[in-house]
């Protein structure tokens, strides 16, 4: 599951009220949201109703009221509506700064449940209570995020992080997304046969992340594989204390970005840290072919020992890439594609971009337009080493993208085009150039020869 459920010296528990219910039903969810759209809308009819009696609004206000109200109905709802919320919290071009603010909390904490809610998950899973199944369990919640919660145990000399999913959380999200469906089309005009793969493609990863079999099984392999890369760290299984809505591994020790770099890790430290993200990310895309598909700063623990390790959690959200996708991918990153019109082109309508049927003028306003995106993102790509601690690479990607959804004439294109495929493998390159980006690290993109 990929949510911010951490094993390592994290935040403490949130100061927010545990939950002692969730809203499961269709009908309790729907009612749930409905609520926050009425308050949302008090809130806009509030705020024009002082600018028209000429009391001085900002509009940040607004979105900080708004972004608000919407962050504590989804915290309190959990599941797949979190889940949006906190990839949307990763797209910092598309919200506006208080919305990402906001949301970005779902990468961390959210209000966890109550006791009586997560001893009676045990009860279902194995007829006992933690308190039974271990030597010692802590009844309040480590971490609380859009999925589950982890709990730390202890069993004779292990150490133990143990992830409870949220009851309803797997049958809701076809809910859910039937909730947000209509009002996303209706906002961004388009048809919902249009969009099919790719909602069919989002609402598979969800319930992907909501089988603790599936995760515990690809946390394993995964692991398996890339044990000899250097500098990682992966927490072992135990299928015994494990169940559909449980899952126990080993609670690793280290701190999240935000306050690992608070320690002021040297240079050297960072780059070896950055470096092993990397060739991560590079052996998986490359060898296993499929990734980790969520590398937000809540699915890392990062420690200084041996010059830099990292540790890597949470293998709900794997992304497995079909080898024509991974064909066609590798090569719009490749630096020949770039200097050859003609294969760009070949590359753009294999990849669902570019039809035969269209225009002559459509074909070159994709064309330009997937060209200079590639020039950009693409750099890592292109160079044996790259400077990830220049934010400068960072913030012109994200004005690249505030610049083409500006673009009348791109704007006018509302029709999705491209593969499904790219919605999770876009969204995992995004994530890990910002982890480092934000690590400040220098890195070897390309393997030496």
Not at 117 to 140: C, H, I, N, Q, W
Request: hydrophobic share 40%; proline share 7%; aromatic share 8%.
């Amino acid at each position: 599951m990929s949510t911010s459920l951490n094993n390592g010296a994290a935040p403490g528990p949130s100061n927010a009220q545990p939950l002692v219910s969730l809203p499961t039903t269709k009908v309790a969810r729907a009612a749930r949201f409905a609520k926050t759209g009425l308050k949302v809308g008090a809130n806009y009819v509030k705020h024009y109703a002082k600018r028209a009696a000429g009391a001085e609004v900002s509009q940040d206000d607004l979105h900080a009221a708004n972004a608000a109200e919407l962050y504590g109905a989804l915290s309190q709802m959990k599941g797949s509506v979190l889940k949006v919320a906190q990839m949307l919290a990763m797209e910092k071009n598309i919200l506006p700064t208080a919305y990402a603010e906001q949301f970005a909390q779902a990468q961390y904490q959210t209000p966890p449940l109550s006791g009586p809610l997560v001893t009676k998950a045990f009860r279902d899973a194995f007829g006992k209570s933690p308190y039974e199944l271990f030597d010692a369990f802590e009844p309040t919640a480590r971490q609380a995020a859009s999925i589950g919660q982890v709990h730390f145990a202890r069993l004779g000399d292990k150490e133990l992080a143990v992830k409870v999913q949220y009851p309803g959380v797997a049958a809701s999200i076809k809910s859910d997304l039937g909730l947000v469906k209509p009002v996303a089309l209706r906002i961004l005009g388009l048809d919902e046969a249009q969009v099919r793969p790719y909602l069919e493609e989002v609402e598979t990863r969800l319930l992907e992340e909501t089988d603790y079999a599936l995760e515990l099984r690809r946390g394993q392999a995964i692991a398996e594989r890339c044990a000899h890369l250097p500098h990682l760290e992966f927490p072992r299984y135990y299928p015994e204390l494990s169940a559909a809505r449980i899952l126990t591994m080993d609670w690793l020790p280290g701190q999240h970005l935000r306050e690992f770099l608070a320690t002021q890790p040297s240079q050297a430290v960072r780059n070896q840290l950055g470096q092993a993200l990397w060739d991560f990310y590079m052996f998986q895309l490359n060898e296993l072919r499929q990734v980790h598909a969520d590398p937000h700063p809540g699915n890392f623990l990062l420690r200084p020992d041996e010059g830099g390790t990292v540790g890597v959690l949470d293998f709900g959200c794997v992304k497995e890439i079909p080898a024509e996708v991974h064909a066609i991918f590798t090569a719009l990153l490749a630096p020949e594609t770039l200097a050859d019109e003609a294969r760009l082109l070949g590359l753009l309508e294999d990849a669902g971009v570019l039809r035969p049927s269209d225009p002559a003028a459509r074909r070159e306003l994709y064309l330009r337009t997937l060209h200079d995106s590639l020039a950009l993102v693409g750099q890592p790509f292109r160079q044996p080493t790259f400077d990830f601690g220049n934010p400068a690479f960072l913030e012109s990607l994200y004005a690249l993208g505030d610049e083409l959804l500006q673009k009348p004439e791109l704007r006018q294109e509302r029709e999705p085009r491209g593969s499904e495929h790219f919605i999770y493998l876009n969204r995992t390159y995004v994530g890990l150039y910002a982890l480092l980006t934000e690590l400040g690290a220098f890195v070897r993109t390309v393997p030496a020869a």
